[in-house]
């Protein structure tokens, strides 16, 4: 088997081509990399129930806590009445009849502390009737492993009791695991609580689970989607998510249910999932997701709604005609005021007041989710809508439209055809369109030239993608090491046609075991540790070895492909490199021979990339994390690269 490298240029390989797609989905930002243990913290959860088009929900402010200890006979109510933010009006009584007493979090599947980490807790709290001071401890089984005494503020007497804010540290002697957080009071009486957080001291920048963090930025994306998917839309336009109710400090955010605690819903569960708690507390808003973008480096793509509720689960939309409309278009030109406002803007001052003067220097937009046309639902029209008020004022910024939810259906068809009839009439109409596919691994396999007769007039971002060997809830093992090849061999499609395909990104992007909607996922993680799926090493993989330009090998990848060998080719002009992306598919060890082309002057190295395994139907685990990952090495060329039976395995030769 044969592969000869040309010294013939292909097609230029855009920068950060390969980035990231946030959603909340699978618990992965309240419970994820949103850092915040606590669950509930300021008593506004909701139960949501309901399915196809008929959703609702129920107050239920007290999900989460408990007194401590159970029986210990206090008083716990949910109320209103004298809130810190009206955005945020439930708060809670606790009465107290006996020293001693207190209230406990479950925080999930429960507190996990690190032997030596501390832990910053800050709570709000007004001393309705007492007089004494609190502890806030940690317990399991009883035993406290970590507390803290908090001396209160008391108010004169005859003086109204108003609210303070009180921040003390909890230290871990010993990993601790499935624990409770609590808070006691010393003596009897009633004090009223509201957002109280725990935050582990590593949280990146304050604000973000550090072993998520890491596993985003070593991935090296070039972008990131966020902060949805399907929560764009909502299941209803109230459930949809609104970037100005994310703004702000913390505390005062107006949290909101969560679309996918309804995620399979019918008859068969009485139309309430094990999830109906699934709550966004808004903790992690878009000012953190941009945030998030500057410390991983990768350029912000934030999307937003067209006043369209997810158009799988609703009907609901807002008529185009309608004052409202003019509010989600408003929406838009507000956002990129506050991603690139100056100061002296009423956007760009909460920015700045936020913790960030600088502008975050957004070019990016996505118009829409997964959107597709109607007779009811005229996306097409708000699109157009969106794009003429857009670049009215900022026609700098690049706005991503929406190809619909598939690739084989009459949406997917009617979309391009609406893009390529408008784009001539409108200059810098669209950027590039959104395709989604999740597929069988065999369909990555028969379409590896998918892109390779694809007009090149409008570009592609490939927004979600992944194989689907098996799916659904709570499925680690649906990330086999086949799907992740079948993604590669997928890839090298796509980086042959980077002329045509500008963005691409796996989804979804975590997973909360235990708490997962949706499988397979790239990251899988619990409260104590996270790892790699087998389809992370493959975006690793090719996050860190792009090149800059494809290199021509006239059409050998059909030949190769035959044989069930995917490959592509390009070449890095600033480190002088020739890279070589290669997937051998087969149950069998295959023998490339490599000729290059006599301009091409080697030093006589290879460095490789090696991702490969015994079975196609392995999987990494929590306490296997590594059984399925990427392996370096440097070693000298001579004339053949070596393919194990399942492996996926980059090539990097340094010019002379």
Known sequence: MKLHVSEKRGVPIAPGMIGLFFEDINYAADGGLYAEMIENRSFEFVEARGSHRDYYTTYDGGYGWKPYPEDC?????????????E????????????????????????IFLKKGMEYRVSFYARMAHYQGNLEVSVRKDGKTVAS??????????????????????????????????????????????????????????????????????????????????????????????????????????????NRWAVHENGPENNCHSIYSHYNQ?????????????ELIGAKP??????????????CELVPIDSPEFQEFIQDALDLIEFANGGTETRWGALRAEMGHPAPFGLTLLGIGNEQWQTEKADFFQRYIAFEKAIHAKHPEIQLIGSAGPDITSERYTAAWEFYRQECPKHENFVYALDEHYYVKPQWFYEHTDFYDNYSRDIKVFSGEYAAHPVNGMNRPEANTLGGALAEAAFLTGVERNADVVVLASYA????????????PDLIWFDETTAYGSPSYYVQKMYGENMGTVTLDTEGQE????????????????????????IVNSTEETKTISVDFASGWKLNGNMKVTRLHGGSKEDYNTVDFPEKISAKTEETLFKGEISLDANTFLVARFSLA
């Open 281 to 293: 507390t808004l903790g992690l808003g878009y000012y953190e997701y941009f945030l998030l973008c």
């Open 148 to 257: 803290a005494k908090v001396e209160c503020i008391h108010a004169p007497e005859g003086e109204w009791q108003k609210w303070n804010r009180y921040e003390t540290v909890l230290r871990a002697d010993e990993d601790t695991a499935n624990a409770l957080f609590v808070i006691t009071l010393e003596e009897p009486g009633c004090v009223e609580f509201d957002h109280i957080s725990m935050m582990p001291g590593d949280a990146v920048a304050g604000i973000f689970r550090k072993d998520l963090f890491e596993k985003l930025k070593g991935l090296k994306p070039g972008f990131l989607r966020f902060p949805g998917g399907c929560i764009i839309e909502g299941n209803t336009l109230s459930n949809r998510y609104r970037f100005k109710d994310s703004l702000g400090t913390p505390e005062s955010r107006k949290s909101n249910w």
């Open 558 to 581: 059909k030949l190769l492909r035959q044989e069930g060998v995917y490959y592509s080719a390009s070449l890095d002009e600033n480190s002088q490199e020739i890279i070589l992306k």
């Open 301 to 314: 793509l934030p999307v937003l709604s067209v006043g369209l509720a997810c158009q799988y689960m609703s």
């Open 508 to 519: 979804p992007l975590f997973a909360r075991i235990g708490y997962t909607q949706w499988s």
């Open 73 to 85: 006979g206090a008083c716990m109510e949910f109320v209103s009445g004298s809130p810190l933010y």
């Open 87 to 110: 955005t945020s009006p439930h708060y809670l009584r606790f009465t107290a009849g006996k020293a001693g007493k207190g209230f406990s979090n479950k925080a999930y599947r429960g």
